[in-house]
């Protein structure tokens, strides 16, 4: 996993908790990396694991709703950071149809290396999108989290529902998208 995943959790750790539950964190998930990431680097997703589950351990937090909070904090930072991948979408519809045939294309030109999930689109009808995610990772809370992130960010009013597939541990998940309707 890049280490900008890294880098970005410990700055929301930092920003909504504080610089010592960071350091904190850090020690007592006992890293082999020892906490020292670079947002080039690759790192194992399961020391982000590991950080996530010490967090929840000391505020008490589910570790389900971190990474969901976490998704969101990305988002805002991906938008921020790399401001052409939204900026040239009207819609959150339009920006997520892209993120498997343009943004992941991107991501891999400046990360070759970078182990991305997949997305499958439907849309059964008008108002509606349906995305599959599936990775071999654990992380359908952090895709939830960016999708709402990318809602907020699109200032839409849209219902998001989330299926589980297959029981497969938060490595597959649906999530349904119905925008509301305005009298």
Do not use: C, W
């Not at 990431?37 to 020391?47: N, R, V």
């Not at 059964?124 to 995610?133: D, N």
């Amino acid at each position: 996993m890049k280490g900008m995943v890294f880098t970005t959790f410990l700055e929301m750790v930092e920003e909504r908790f504080s610089p010592q539950m960071a350091d904190k964190i850090i020690e007592l998930a006992e890293l082999p990396s020892g906490g020292a990431y670079t947002s080039l680097g690759t790192y194992s997703h399961e020391e982000i694991i590991s950080l996530v589950v010490q967090l929840s351990k000391q505020t008490d937090i589910p570790v389900s709703d971190l990474v969901r909070v976490f998704g969101e904090y990305m988002f805002g930072q991906l938008a921020a950071g790399y401001p052409q991948f939204v900026a040239a979408n009207k819609s959150v519809y339009d920006f997520l149809l892209k993120v498997d045939s343009y943004i992941h294309v991107e991501v891999r030109k400046l990360y070759p290396d970078a182990e991305l999930p997949g997305f499958s689109y439907e849309t059964p009808s008008p108002g509606v999108m349906v995305m599959t995610y599936r990775s071999s990772r654990p992380f359908a809370d952090l895709a939830e989290g960016l999708i709402v992130g990318a809602i907020k960010h699109f200032e839409e009013d849209i219902t998001l529902e989330r299926e589980n597939l297959e029981d497969a541990g938060g490595t597959a998940a649906r999530f349904t998208m119905t925008k509301r309707e305005t009298n």
